[in-house]
């Protein structure tokens, strides 16, 4: 199934953000209905030695729910933004941000479909792109996730001068639109994110068209086999980072499908999963985020 086939529509202005308000005003538990059933090889992180849980950033327009990881003593750590996949901030987004704290970060997934729905609580994947990612502006999605990297440097635990964004599916394609967004990013990855499909008011450019943009150094983690991201798009943004004069890495792991470090789905795939996460440490240190 390719879950990242998403028809976008209808960029609203920031007025009418909130129009019915917060429909999430807290995490969803557990996992996203539309991913179930979960795999036995699903990877749980414990909070041992961890500050982990909920938390409320403040945005222009209420307060949005966002999972929270750190270690427990000492600070502040250097900050990474960990965007959503299309199913939202469910069980493995949060576990994704307390592996980050093992590694000495404060980590934090912002709900970024809050104002949209609940998109844990729908079961078909189809259904859930049409009600709720069908409607998330590109323009909210940057305001909020500052407004994220802003609620993390006034907790006095976030060193924001050290910070850096990575997301997955959906988020992947985020990621590109971030670094071209926010100057004082210093490090991106993008875990099988979108590269070029049909502009829309929505979403008016991809990362195809920003590849002259890019304010921070991005590493690109992909799949051959991903039915939904075409190897040649992802190839395309190679070539016009190189253009550009960007400084990007784009990693193709040959055999393997989108969502490969999904762990609780059968897309799963242990070695890729693991030689990507230890790539991205190592990028984000290597470009100062550590």
Not at 126 to 151: G, R, Y
Request: with cysteine; aromatic share 8%.
């Amino acid at each position: 199934m390719d879950i990242v086939e998403a028809g976008l529509e209808g960029l609203l202005p920031r007025s009418q953000w909130s129009r019915r308000g917060f429909v999430m005003t807290s995490l969803a538990t557990g996992f996203a209905l539309s991913v179930q059933p979960v795999s036995a090889q699903t990877i749980t992180t414990d909070p041992n030695g961890l500050d982990a849980g909920e938390v409320k950033v403040p945005v222009a327009d209420g307060a949005m729910p966002a999972y929270r990881a750190m270690p427990a003593q000492g600070g502040p750590f250097p900050t990474v933004l960990v965007v959503q996949e299309i199913f939202g901030v469910h069980e493995h987004i949060k576990d994704l941000c307390r592996r980050l704290a093992k590694a000495g970060y404060f980590a934090i997934a912002p709900e970024l479909y809050a104002r949209q729905g609940k998109p844990a609580e729908i079961s078909d994947v189809q259904e859930l792109i049409k009600t709720i990612v069908s409607k998330v502006p590109d323009a909210q999605v940057m305001s909020d996730l500052d407004s994220t990297v802003a609620f993390a440097k006034a907790s006095g635990k976030a060193d924001t001068a050290k910070l850096a964004i990575t997301g997955f599916c959906w988020g992947g394609g985020i990621v590109w639109l971030y670094a071209a967004h926010n100057p004082a990013l210093k490090a991106a990855v993008a875990w099988y994110g979108p590269i070029d499909r049909p502009r829309t008011e929505l979403r008016p450019k991809y990362p195809i068209d920003l590849a002259g943009d890019l304010k921070a150094p991005v590493l690109g983690l992909y799949g051959a086999a991903d039915t939904g991201i075409p190897v040649d798009t992802v190839e395309k943004m190679r070539a016009a980072c190189k253009v550009a004069n960007k400084t990007c890495e784009i990693v193709i792991y040959p055999d393997t499908p989108h969502g490969f470090n999904a762990d609780y789905r059968p897309s799963y795939r242990a070695e890729q999963a693991k030689e990507g996460w230890a790539k991205m440490l190592a990028w984000f240190k290597d470009h100062g985020v550590a």
